[in-house]
């Protein structure tokens, strides 16, 4: 009769949340988080990175990705030509530019 009584018992189904089911409501939530706290916050700024570059026109002061800071003389679709402070011209891809300095930031 115990052993009867004991199987009965394991074999009942147990009241609450099954383990896979709050197991994947966690991942769920991981998901959410990573999301709005990494992957949207950056895909934010990338998209306003690129209108910065592709509003580019002759006469920005720019600063590439590698520190050069010049002022843009011509533009085409995917290349620039700055002059630096020495006078000297230097073709850079468009996407190396990593920010446009505003008037008065200098």
Request: aromatic share 8%; glycine share 8%; no cysteine.
């Amino acid at each position: 009769m115990h052993e009867t009584l004991l199987a009965v018992v394991v074999a009942a189904p147990r009241e609450g949340a099954n383990g896979t089911f709050v197991f994947f409501l966690n991942m769920i939530a991981i998901v959410f988080i990573f999301y709005f706290l990494l992957i949207r916050p950056q895909r934010k700024e990338q998209q306003r990175h690129q209108e910065m570059i592709e509003k580019l026109r002759t006469g920005d002061e720019v600063v590439t990705s590698g520190g050069i800071i010049g002022e843009v003389i011509r533009s085409d679709p995917d290349r620039l030509i700055i002059r630096t402070a020495g006078e000297s011209k230097i073709t850079i891809e468009r996407n190396r530019v990593s920010r446009k300095i505003e008037f008065g930031e200098k």
